[in-house]
């Protein structure tokens, strides 16, 4: 993960006097970044892994480290609103995996492999299930991540999210989603980086010139004190 351990350890240096720090890796696909948060945090956190393909999540699901820490599992995708949708993939625990059309996957999709899968968005869920808060939201489902931070309208709007990592890059041109979009929604509440190797670079978008489709990572830590 280049770049991502550093920025979860000052993330985790950051939230080291939070009491549990709630995490959520939203497409954990087979847990890679579900384990390095479990190592980062020390095992204390509670941590929700969020899978909606079925051999990904049976996978996950079987992964003996994360289920003797307990790690809780969800078979769902995060989105703007809930009900189903129709993820694409190329094979069974593919890592990229997408409920959008992308036009350049990595691995072309294949339509046999097409599975319905349940939508429901960070607010509802965090409702339903009585999560006041969210220390980090990491979003990595493949050009979905700005549909995802929407249906976080209420959560963001009544700071319950601490961090938010998102993945922007190739996909987005098939989501038709622009890093000006992420800024309007983050950008006046959010001190926002750029992660690369070894660390951190702060970044402000400054217009097209910032519109970068090569895949990179983003932090974003809510300000103590957002503007007016």
């Known amino acids: 993960m280049t770049g991502e351990r550093a920025a979860l350890d000052y993330v985790a240096s950051r939230l080291r006097k939070t009491p549990e720090p709630v995490l959520f890796d939203v497409g954990a696909n087979v847990g890679t970044f579900s384990l390095a948060c479990l190592d980062a945090f020390d095992g204390r956190c509670?941590?929700?892994?969020?899978?909606?393909?079925?051999?990904?999540?049976?996978?996950?699901?079987?992964?003996?480290?994360?289920?003797?820490?307990?790690?809780?599992?969800?078979?769902?995708?995060?989105?703007?609103?809930?009900?189903?949708?129709?993820?694409?993939?190329?094979?069974?625990?593919?890592?990229?995996?997408?409920?959008?059309r992308l036009g350049r996957p990595v691995r072309p999709f294949v339509k046999e492999l097409d599975e319905q899968v349940a939508l429901t968005t960070v607010d509802q869920f965090c409702q339903c299930n009585e999560i006041e808060r969210i220390d980090l939201l990491k979003l990595d489902i493949e050009g979905h991540e700005l549909a995802a931070l929407r249906g976080a309208e209420r959560m963001l709007a009544e700071n319950r999210i601490r961090f938010i990592q998102f993945e922007f890059g190739e996909n987005n041109v098939s989501s038709r989603t622009y890093l000006a979009d992420f800024d309007s929604v983050l950008g006046r509440h959010f001190d926002m980086f750029r992660i690369v190797p070894g660390g951190l670079v702060p970044w402000l978008y400054e217009g097209g010139r910032s519109e970068l489709f090569a895949t990179m990572n983003y932090l974003c830590e809510r300000r103590a004190k957002g503007p007016n």
């Open 46 to 100: 509670q941590l929700h892994a969020f899978e909606p393909a079925s051999a990904t999540f049976e996978r996950l699901r079987s992964t003996s480290a994360l289920a003797i820490a307990g790690v809780l599992f969800h078979k769902l995708a995060l989105s703007d609103h809930e009900g189903t949708a129709i993820l694409h993939s190329s094979e069974a625990c593919a890592s990229i995996a997408s409920l959008e």
